[in-house]
């Protein structure tokens, strides 16, 4: 599986590429989906372009992107989005439209409680244990592991990038994302999507393609191609990450 991740926290800032409106995730959902990708996940905005849980927002978003694309779709529940965790679950239960799945970090309070309310409306839980955190040991010691949808282990530490040349910033990240699965070595037996931000976006996925990993690229994780170059749409990126996932599966 490749998953698109189509704007993260990301917006017009990063670039008049990058979709916020629900019509243009729908647009940039379409393209992904034609290129390749077989699930999507993204961050609803406001008008202003802030991250939200709000019911309405997500409401439009959603149906604005499954009237085009049949895969699942899931969102963020971030901590930046709604601060307060109990709010946070509070958002989640007055949802009118759900999605197929919603990301929890779990090294954010209140994770547990968040994933409860999503597992209560059927909602899949992807849980987001990321680099450089306590995740992995709160998820090992979850009572709620068995019953997540998946596992995503995010390379997301923030010193990633200073390597001075691409092939140390690979051996670095890929360092790192073998770290991660190591630390989750409870009997969760669920999939897992390895993937990394930034600089580590790209040596993550090609190390997620050689250990038969599913993976994700698009927007959020990086604006840049494997080359350097800026990328031009999350479909770019999925067709490049694609390409990549499968030259790195045949010579592993």
């Known amino acids: 599986m ?27 959902a379409v393209e992904a989906v034609t290129a390749g990708a077989t699930d999507v996940h993204l961050h609803p905005k406001t008008p202003c372009g802030h991250d939200t849980l709000s019911p309405r927002v997500l409401a439009v978003t959603l149906e604005a992107i499954r009237a085009r694309v049949s895969v699942p779709i899931g969102v963020t529940t971030g901590a930046w989005a709604e601060p307060d965790p109990v709010a946070r679950a509070e958002r989640i239960r007055t949802w009118t439209t759900l999605p197929d799945h919603a990301s929890v970090n779990w090294h954010e309070p209140g994770a547990e409680e ?15 244990i990321w680099s450089g955190t306590d995740g992995a040991a709160r998820f090992t010691a979850s009572p709620l592991r068995t019953r997540v949808l998946r596992i995503l282990a995010e390379v997301t530490d923030p010193a990633e990038g200073t390597a001075e040349n691409a092939s140390e910033e690979e ?14 070595t409870c009997d969760h037996g669920r999939p897992v999507l390895l993937h990394g931000e930034n600089a ?9 393609a050689r250990l038969g990993l599913a993976t994700r690229i698009g927007l959020e994780d990086t604006l840049l191609l494997p080359n350097g170059e800026r990328a031009s749409s999350n479909a770019q990126l999925v067709a490049e990450g694609l390409a990549q996932y499968g030259a790195a599966r045949r010579s592993s």
Not at 4 to 26: F, H, I, K, Q, T
Not at 171 to 184: G, I, V, Y
Not at 200 to 208: D, E, G, K, N
């Open 200 to 208: 580590s976006a790209w040596p993550v996925l090609r190390l997620a």
């Open 114 to 128: 968040v994933a409860t309310a999503l597992l209560d409306r059927g909602v899949g839980v992807e849980a987001g």
């Open 171 to 184: 051996n670095t990240s890929e360092a790192t994302a073998r770290a991660l699965l190591a630390a989750l």
């Open 2 to 28: 490749v998953q698109v991740c189509l704007n993260g926290a990301r917006g017009p800032a990063d670039g008049w590429m990058v979709p916020v409106s629900p019509g243009a995730l729908a647009d940039a």
